[in-house]
């Protein structure tokens, strides 16, 4: 699995995949730009995870056809209750998460985003774990071996 320095176009590819997105959804929603990729001096892999918010759950099947005409794939849940996910596109990857307004996930993502974006301490420690878990393991493993860290910076407050 590959990781990468952090690249400042990634903002600019959120900012131009967002304003597709829009152009094309038929019903109001809420983006932001998420994941490592949104956090200034972070490595990731070449993937945009986007978070999309919506009113109400049942609304997301809305963006299914207009998304597909960007080249997203609807993957349904996804493993996430409450989730619209759609994911396509090469480079940069584009992962979409639509998540109805209330849904925890949306704090968790956006906490983390905070916390990361003013702790650049915690943006070293993030890097030296991926790069050390990017050269051992499987995307799998890595992904769950990187939870603890993500775990641990849930519970740090503001």
Partial sequence: MYIFPHDPLWKNEFEITSKKLLEVADIEIELHHIGSTSIQGLYAKNCIDILGV?????????FIEPFKSLGLTYKGEYGIAGRHYFSGRENPKTHLHV??????????????????????ELVKEL????????????????QIKKKVFYDKVS???L
């Fill in 99 to 120: 998540l109805p307004l209330g849904h925890e996930q949306i704090d968790t993502h956006l906490h983390f985003k905070n916390i990361m974006s003013k702790k650049p």
């Fill in 54 to 62: 919506i009113s109400d759950f049942s609304l997301g099947h809305t």
């Fill in 127 to 142: 890097n030296e774990l991926k790069k050390a878990l990017s050269s051992q393991f499987t995307k799998e493993i890595y």
């Fill in 155 to 157: 519970k740090i407050e």
